[in-house]
């Protein structure tokens, strides 16, 4: 059974810094694109950022300059670094993975993890 853990959030104010991780584990046999998504209170679930397994990126444009994104592909773990945060960054934060897997290949979602950002 594969599982994505988060870990990593929390409140912090206006300005700060929060280092989100999420660590793949089962029998996975290689993981492609990982990536992290936000969902807000009332809105849709949107990217944030993700990276293949080569280690290109992209952004969200609101992020772009703010947020970082960077995997270690031998512990099965993806990060988001996230500086300078806004109100407006609070959500729930979730990982993706696209992998291939013992019991099958596909898109796996984390249970997520709060982000919030006080003003």
């Known amino acids: 059974q594969v599982q994505l853990v988060e870990s990593g959030g929390g409140l912090v104010q206006a300005g700060g810094s929060l280092r989100l991780s999420c660590v793949a584990s089962?029998?996975?046999?290689?993981?492609?694109?990982m990536g992290w998504y936000r969902q807000a209170p009332g809105k849709q679930r949107e990217l944030v950022a993700r990276i293949t397994s080569g280690g290109s990126t992209n952004y969200e444009d609101s992020v772009k300059g703010r947020f970082t994104i960077s995997r270690d592909n031998a512990k099965s773990t993806v990060y988001l670094q996230m500086n300078s945060l806004k109100p407006e960054d609070t959500a729930v934060y979730y990982c993706?993975?696209?992998?291939?897997?013992?019991?099958?290949?596909?898109?796996?979602w984390g249970q997520g993890t709060q982000v919030t950002v006080s003003s």
């Open positions: 089962g029998t996975i046999f290689s993981i492609n694109t």
């Open positions: 993706n993975a696209n992998l291939h897997a013992l019991l099958g290949g596909g898109n796996y």
